[in-house]
C-alpha cells in the first residue's frame, strides 16, 4: 500500500491530490498536510473583484487531461481575459471536494491534517515527516507543494507584504508607498487605491511590466533536446514574425512611466503584440526544463512577467485620477510614508537537509541548503547519490525550474511527479534503502 503525503494543500497541491486520487491503486492513502486547509492563499481568496488573474482561464485548468476545464467553470459573464482571482480559489475547492469523492470510489482514502511539517526523516519503510505540533505522521512518498518562500522585505523602514491584502486595510492611513511594480505591487496599489488611500508605486527602473491581452498555449514554440539556455528576444521575435511577417520589434521602455503605461496599453492587441501568443509556451518550457534565459533581467522581467490589458487598464484609471502615481524609487522618500508596501518578489521556500533528512524551513545543525533537484524534480541528499521519493512541484520548485509559480507548470509538474510515484519504486531506490536499513540493524 502507498501511503503518500503532499505537504501544501492550496493550488498546486490540489493539482496533485486530483492526480493522486485517480492515479493511485485501491487500498492506498493520501495524507495533505496544510496549515489552513479551509483557506486557500489570500492572493486567490481575496473577495475583491479588481484582483484579477494574470493569465486567461485558457490556461487555468488543474486537470492537465481536460485543459478547458476552468474555462468551463465559469460563469458565461466572466471575461475569460479577465478573471476575478477568487474564482480560482472556489475553482480549486470544488474540484477537491469532487475527487475526493473520487478518490473514495475508487477505495483510495484521504486524510486531511491541518498542520506545518518541520522535517522529513529518512525510516526503513519510507518516511517519517514530523509537524510543529502532533505526533508525527509516516510516509512512503512525499510531494511538496508549499508554495513560495518569504516574502522579501526593503531595507530600512518597516514594511508589509502585498499578499494577504487584508492587512493592508487593517489601518487606512491617507498615504501609502508601494515598493515594487510588479504583478504584486500593481495588486497592491489597486487595493490601497480602492479603499480611499492616495498611493505612490516606485521601483529602481520605474516602469511597469509589459502589457498582453491574453496568454495561450499554441505548442509551437519549442526547444531542441540538450539546449541549456534559451533567448527570450530571439524566440519572441521569430515567433512574431512567423505570425505576422515582419515585426517592428521591442521598443525601450522611455519617457514618464504613466506615459509608458499607456503607450503599452495602445499596443496591447494580438494584432500589435504577437510575442504575447507565445509566452504561455515559454513559460511551460522554462518549467519543464532546467533551461536558462540569457537576455539581460530587464528584458526579462518587463515580458515574462508582462500583465493583463484588463488589470493595467483598471491601474492607468487611478493613474489619470491621481490615486495613484507612479515613480523612480531614488526620487522617493519611502521612510516618509507612513505605510510601506514590499512587492519586491519572494524568495524560494526554505529547505535544508543532511544525509538522514530534510529539514524544511531555517538550518538545525548538520543541515545545508537544498539549491537544486535532479532532473525529475526529486531532492537528493547531501551526501547521498540516490534521489529521494521526495518531489518537489511548483513554487517549491523554483530552485530548479524558472517559472514553476505558473499555474499551467505546477499542474503539469503534479502529473510527471505522480506518474513517478504511482510507478514501482525503482530498484536502486530500493536498493539504497534496504542496504542502509540491514547495515544499521546489523
Known amino acids: 500500500m502507498q501511503n503518500v503525503m503532499v505537504v501544501g494543500g492550496r493550488l498546486t497541491g490540489t493539482a496533485a491530490f486530483i492526480q493522486l486520487a485517480t492515479q493511485l491503486s485501491p487500498g492506498s492513502r493520501v495524507t495533505i498536510v496544510d496549515p489552513a486547509l479551509e483557506d486557500y492563499p489570500a492572493v486567490f481568496g481575496d473577495p475583491a473583484p479588481h484582483l484579477l488573474c494574470n493569465t486567461s482561464a485558457h490556461i487555468g485548468s488543474l486537470l492537465p487531461e481536460v485543459p478547458d476545464d476552468f474555462l468551463s467553470y465559469l460563469p458565461p459573464s466572466v471575461d475569460p481575459n479577465g478573471v476575478p482571482r477568487y474564482l480560482v480559489g472556489r475553482y480549486a475547492a470544488s474540484r477537491f471536494q469532487h475527487y475526493r469523492r473520487v478518490a473514495a470510489s475508487r ?24 509537524l510543529a505540533a502532533g505526533a508525527p505522521l509516516t510516509a512512503t512518498d512525499v510531494i511538496l507543494a508549499m508554495g513560495p518562500g518569504p516574502a522579501r522585505l526593503v531595507p530600512g523602514p518597516p514594511s508589509v507584504s502585498p499578499y494577504p491584502t487584508t492587512p493592508l486595510l487593517d489601518r487606512t492611513p491617507e498615504r501609502a508607498v508601494v515598493v515594487g511594480m510588479g504583478s504584486g505591487g500593481i495588486d497592491a496599489a489597486l487595493v490601497l487605491a480602492n479603499a480611499g488611500v492616495e498611493v505612490t508605486i516606485v521601483s529602481r527602473s520605474g516602469y511597469f511590466p509589459a502589457v498582453r491581452t491574453r496568454t495561450l498555449r499554441t505548442g509551437t514554440v519549442m526547444v531542441e533536446p540538450g539546449r541549456e539556455q534559451l533567448h527570450l528576444r530571439t524566440v519572441l521575435e521569430r515567433f512574431s514574425i512567423d505570425r505576422q511577417g515582419s515585426f517592428a520589434g521591442f521598443p525601450e521602455p522611455a519617457g514618464h512611466p504613466a506615459d509608458q503605461l499607456r503607450r503599452d496599453l495602445d499596443a496591447a492587441s494580438p494584432e500589435d503584440t504577437p510575442w504575447q501568443d507565445a509566452l504561455a509556451d515559454v513559460v511551460y518550457l522554462l518549467g519543464s526544463r532546467s533551461l536558462q534565459l540569457s537576455d539581460p533581467p530587464a528584458f526579462v522581467w518587463r515580458h515574462l512577467t508582462s500583465v493583463m490589458a484588463t488589470t ?35 524568495d524560494a521556500y526554505p529547505l535544508h537537509g543532511s544525509s538522514t533528512g530534510l529539514r524544511l524551513g531555517p538550518p538545525t545543525a548538520g543541515t545545508r541548503p537544498i539549491t537544486q533537484l535532479d532532473d525529475t524534480l526529486r531532492v537528493v541528499l547531501p551526501g547521498r547519490q540516490q534521489p529521494e521519493r521526495i518531489w518537489a512541484i511548483g513554487p517549491t520548485a523554483g530552485i530548479a525550474r524558472l517559472t514553476s509559480s505558473a499555474l499551467c507548470v505546477a499542474v503539469a509538474q503534479a502529473r510527471e511527479a505522480v506518474e513517478q510515484v504511482t510507478s514501482r519504486p525503482a530498484e536502486s531506490d530500493a536498493e539504497a534503502f534496504g542496504e542502509e536499513f540491514a547495515a544499521v540493524s546489523a
Open 107 to 130: 477505495g483510495v482514502e484521504t486524510v486531511t491534517v491541518r498542520g506545518t511539517v518541520t522535517s522529513i526523516t529518512r525510516a526503513p519503510d519510507g518516511y517519517l515527516v514530523r
Open 312 to 346: 493595467a487598464t483598471m491601474l492607468n484609471r487611478h493613474i489619470e485620477t491621481g490615486a495613484v502615481t507612479p515613480a523612480r524609487l531614488d526620487d522617493v522618500d519611502v521612510e516618509a510614508f507612513p505605510l510601506v508596501v514590499s512587492a519586491i518578489g519572494t
